[in-house]
């Protein structure tokens, strides 16, 4: 992989010609680039925490500014914030699978997770969501991404590495179609926050991270899929890598917010510091995804990604209940993300 990118706005070149998006100013050359790095993020605005979104939207920024710096010759474009809603998403998805701009597409997502209207069928969680600015038919679906990024199921994603931190959006929860097993901490939680910290380590026996619903009509489910266009990347991509051009970072349950600490940093490390770290190696040294992980955790922990509880697992409180939480890393490792 290589790279991509442009800041504040939102107006694509086409062919030639300046697309206004009723926004500030963010271009793609006419010319096809190398690749294209993009920021994107929303919160639950029904649970809007401010300095949270202070410190996303300083993370996207430096995100933006590390490969606006460092992979000069590939421009980012940060989306962050109203730039993330549905009519834009779907826009700059559908531009980019055209290859007409990018060989390949580089996404950081940060914010907020919900399931589907339709929650727990096709459970646990039912279709996957971003929230996205304006709310109601603005949030973004797992099908939306993958009908943009594939044309509908008839191409390949151009979407090659995709860092998505928001809760529940990595995972593996299925067991097929519509069918998954039932595993406490992980696809629910019935242990309430007032119980001491579990000590037993919950084993998930589901599969799968994604599927076409075999019910009306036809969704595809899991973002994962959604991004990559693919069921068969390797579930563990960082100890046991794949050959494929795709590589997915996500979180099983919930995940940390940007103000979180790390669990068991002996640092004191916040989960933004962990964030930031990935791509300030993977542009201003060129690492691959698996070599910034481990140079991210040497920062965080003192020690490589696959020593740590991110890679292994750790108990957190979310919604009232404690979950079984884990960073997962599915397809290839090491590629470059920029």
Known sequence: MRKLIVKTAVIFSLLGTMLLLSAPALTIPSVRATGLSMQYGYLDP????YDEYLQQEETCDQIY???DWWAYYTPPCNC???YTNATIVSYLLDLQSTGEYADWVTNWWVGDFHPSAGYPYPGPYGH?????????????????????????GTQSSYETFNFIWTCSNGGRYWTGPGAWNVVNGITHSNIANTSAEPTFTPVNTNTMYG???????YAEVGMPFAWAG????????????????YCYIGFEAPSLTMLSDLPDSP???????FAEKFYYYATLY????????????????GYNFGSTPLYSGYWNIAFGKWWFSRMRVLGNSNLYPA
């Open 267 to 273: 640092y004191s490390r916040q989960a933004w510091e």
């Open 46 to 49: 029904n649970n809007f925490d």
């Open 65 to 67: 500014d590390y490969y």
């Open 128 to 152: 996957m969501w971003f929230y996205g600015y304006g709310g109601g038919y603005m949030d973004i679906s797992d099908n939306l991404v993958y009908t943009q990024t594939t044309n509908g």
């Open 80 to 82: 962050y914030w109203e």
């Open 286 to 301: 060129g690492y691959s995804v698996a070599d910034s992980l481990d140079m991210a955790s040497q920062y965080c922990y």
């Open 230 to 245: 693919r069921t068969d990347l390797s579930q563990d991509g960082y100890s046991s890598p794949d050959s494929t051009d």
């Open 211 to 217: 599927f076409i619903d075999d019910d009306p009509p």
